[in-house]
């Protein structure tokens, strides 16, 4: 099946910082959501991007479909930002079946 | 809208015992999908619904474990018998459409003793 990682698998930050948190996949994909998962472990869903750029607020996100990577910038870092990042992706033969990266956990320190 | 409804929240029981998780979708939703999270296997998907049928069921780990959605308002996830190893927290979410932005429960954090 197809491989999701991403990275860094950790990340300290400053309050204020700005980071980039990068998942890899191994095949075409038509379908790439980025989700953060906060200290309480609920899901949040931030960006749904098979392609191009998005943004909402401080965060924004690219995937580059035919180089088969996805990243999400955060700006101004804030200590609400803490917790796991996942990239999930889907292959075009198995639409709704989401493949989940190891994630990213992010801490950032006021 | 109130989100994605699940109950209960936390579940402890005893192996060998009949577990059942429920999943309210967000009105109107017409995808729900059964995801686990462990430590050691991270998020996996156990199965998804589009219209009230089973599209995939691949990612159900063995027999033990049936889904349903009787209708587009609900649904079940069961376990029958349940054993130490079904200890994770089982989330359910629902999109409109299998590829579109999806909603996450709260999450049953299942503890099987």
């Known amino acids: 099946g197809i491989q999701v990682e991403q990275s860094p698998p950790d990340l300290i930050l400053q309050e204020g910082a700005n980071s980039t948190l990068r998942c890899n996949f191994s095949d075409s994909v038509n379908n790439l959501q980025w989700f953060h998962q906060n200290p309480w472990g609920q899901l949040i869903n931030l960006f749904y991007?098979?392609?191009g750029t998005k943004q909402n607020g401080r965060l924004s996100a690219t995937t580059v479909a035919t180089e088969r990577y996805s990243l999400l910038y955060i700006s101004s870092s804030q200590t609400t930002d803490s917790g796991v990042y996942f990239c999930?992706?889907?292959?075009?033969?198995?639409?709704?079946?989401?493949?989940f990266g190891d994630g990213t956990t992010l801490t950032v320190k006021p | 809208d109130a989100g994605v409804i699940q109950s209960p929240r936390h579940e402890v029981t005893e192996m060998g015992q009949e577990v059942t998780l429920r999943c309210k979708p967000i009105?109107?939703?017409?995808?729900l999908f059964w995801y686990r999270q462990t430590m050691m296997r991270g998020l996996e998907l156990l199965i998804y619904f589009n219209n009230n049928v089973p599209i995939d069921d691949s990612g159900m780990p063995e027999d033990r474990f049936s889904a349903k959605m009787p209708n587009a308002s609900f649904s079940t996830l069961k376990i029958q018998p349940s054993e130490p190893r079904d200890s994770a927290v089982y989330f359910c979410?629902?999109?409109?459409?299998?590829?579109?932005?999806?909603?996450f429960g709260a999450g049953t954090r299942l503890s099987v003793l």
């Open positions: 979410a629902s999109s409109f459409g299998v590829r579109r932005f999806q909603y």
């Open positions: 991007i098979p392609s």
């Open positions: 999930a992706v889907e292959i075009p033969t198995n639409a709704g079946k989401s493949t």
């Open positions: 009105s109107g939703h017409n995808s």
